[in-house]
T-cell receptor, first 115, second 112 residues
Framework: KAGVTQTPRYLIKTRGQQVTLSCSPI?????VSWYQQTPGQGLQFLFE???????NKGNFPGRFSGRQFSNSRSEMNVSTLELGDSALYLC??????????????FGAGTRLSVL | GENVEQHPSTLSVQEGDSAVIKCTYS??????FPWYKQELGKRPQLIID?????GEKKDQRIAVTLNKTAKHFSLHITETQPEDPAVYFC???????????FGKGTMLLVSP
């Protein structure tokens, strides 16, 4: 079974540009969540999508947005990039097993550098 | 919003000893508490979680305890092994804000 795939793995952008990151979940997983990881702020929750609907959202400005397609693949978009947006962006796919256990797997992440 | 404090920031133990990492949360609306392990240069892994209707949960050498009254939860690793060194993150899911808040992480070091 293929794991969670994030593309691209590395990205360099300049301030003011926009960027789109992609996440393909494990087959059969309908929930995709996104996280930002930086040395200073640690791990922060961005948002979660389930069946093409944003179900939950973290405390990020409106420049951060996302969507999920009918095949569960998800994209996140950051507009008007700022230097502080430089981070590792992780996505995870998950499902709840029949016994109630939450199963979640992370992708390797996209490392975004804003110059 | 929710605030999650995690201690210690670094924990050094000898192989075979136990390790305990503690987290506190501020909002009683938090009802789901996952723990993640992130080895150096690797992606996080969900290693164990606990819901607010349960006081303790075990999975082999790992256990998590939750004290809702005091608003704190802890990760216990027994008989630490060479594969245990990593940064461990606690988190709290707040049903009121529908958001997940992470602690700052604990770097666990295991010496032979």
């Amino acid at each position: 079974k293929a794991g969670v795939t994030q593309t691209p793995r590395y990205l360099i952008k300049t301030r003011g540009q926009q960027v789109t990151l992609s996440c393909s979940p494990i087959s059969g997983h309908r929930s995709v969540s996104w996280y930002q990881q930086t040395p200073g702020q640690g791990l922060q929750f961005l948002f979660e999508y389930f069946s093409e609907t944003q179900r939950n959202k973290g405390n990020f400005p409106g420049r951060f947005s996302g969507r999920q397609f009918s095949n569960s693949r998800s994209e996140m978009n950051v507009s008007t990039l700022e230097l502080g947006d430089s981070a590792l962006y992780l996505c995870a796919s998950s499902y709840v097993r029949g016994d109630g256990k939450n199963i979640q797997y992370f992708g390797a992440g996209t490392r975004l550098s804003v110059l | 919003g929710e605030n999650v404090e995690q201690h210690p920031s670094t924990l050094s133990v000898q192989e075979g000893d136990s390790a305990v990492i503690k987290c506190t949360y501020s909002d009683s609306a938090s009802n789901y508490f996952p723990w993640y392990k992130q080895e150096l240069g690797k992606r996080p892994q969900l290693i164990i979680d606990i819901r607010s209707n349960v006081g303790e949960k075990k999975d082999q050498r790992i256990a998590v305890t939750l004290n809702k009254t005091a608003k704190h939860f802890s990760l216990h690793i027994t008989e630490t092994q060479p594969e245990d060194p990593a940064v461990y993150f606690c988190a709290a899911w707040n049903s009121g804000y529908s958001t997940l808040t992470f602690g700052k992480g604990t770097m666990l070091l295991v010496s032979p």
